[in-house]
């Protein structure tokens, strides 16, 4: 029979075990949470007939042996009932540009009335080059809108905003300056805010 001294020992010893183990284990568990953050934002630029505009904003997915078919499914299912008018996807939706394809193609049809628009994140954005048209095209059978340095007016009740996306400021080839550019679109436009995912990539 161990003394309570050596027993104490023996458990102190399994101290770094337990820690390894933990390190190990976290990603798996972290991947699989599902945390819905809900903030009311203001803004004086926003044009009236959008106040009250619910919108989700999903990022980082990184769909794959992390996370695979069955969360990706309840993950859209969470996020249908939530009812957003608008939905927006900031990017890395799987491991590589392979994967993000495939999320697409696999994608549970996401519902919101005034639609579902992406920009490109970093891993979206893994070479070959030749993956980006396949992705965006991916995107849009899913009935998603692709915003790869892109300007679109939404309109609602008689009045307008301009959403923009830019591809990933990493790996991909954002045009900041052209989506931001002057234009017949943006003559009057207003600043509103800025969405993007894990450090920044995509944006939207």
């Known amino acids: ?7 104490g020992a023996f458990i102190r010893r399994l101290y770094p075990l337990w820690a390894t183990l933990g390190i190990l284990v976290y990603p798996f568990c972290e991947a699989r949470w599902l945390q819905i953050d809900q903030r009311t934002i203001a803004s004086p630029a926003l044009p009236p007939a959008f106040s009250g505009l619910r919108v989700a904003f999903l990022s980082d997915i990184h769909a794959g042996w992390s996370f ?23 990017g ?6 392979d994967g993000a394809i495939a999320f697409f193609r696999d994608l549970p ?7 579902v628009y992406a920009v490109p994140g970093n891993h979206d ?4 080059e030749s993956n980006l048209p396949l992705l965006l ?3 849009r059978e899913a009935g998603v809108t692709p915003l790869c340095n892109t300007v679109l007016p939404l ?15 990493k790996v991909g080839h954002p045009d900041i300056a052209g989506v931001a550019a002057p234009s017949g679109e943006w003559d009057t436009a207003r600043w509103v805010g800025a969405l993007s995912g894990m450090n920044g990539g995509g944006g939207g």
């Open 92 to 97: 890395d939706y799987a491991h590589d540009s």
């Open 109 to 115: 049809a996401l519902c919101s009335p005034m639609g």
């Open 68 to 90: 695979g078919r069955s969360q990706v499914q309840k993950l859209i299912e969470r996020v249908n009932a939530l009812h957003p008018d608008i939905i927006l996807l900031g």
């Open 1 to 7: 029979m161990l003394s309570k001294k050596r027993f």
């Open 155 to 169: 309109t609602h009740d008689g009045q307008r905003i301009l959403l923009a996306g830019v591809d990933d400021y």
């Open 125 to 128: 954005r893994v070479l070959p």
């Open 137 to 139: 095209n991916a995107m």
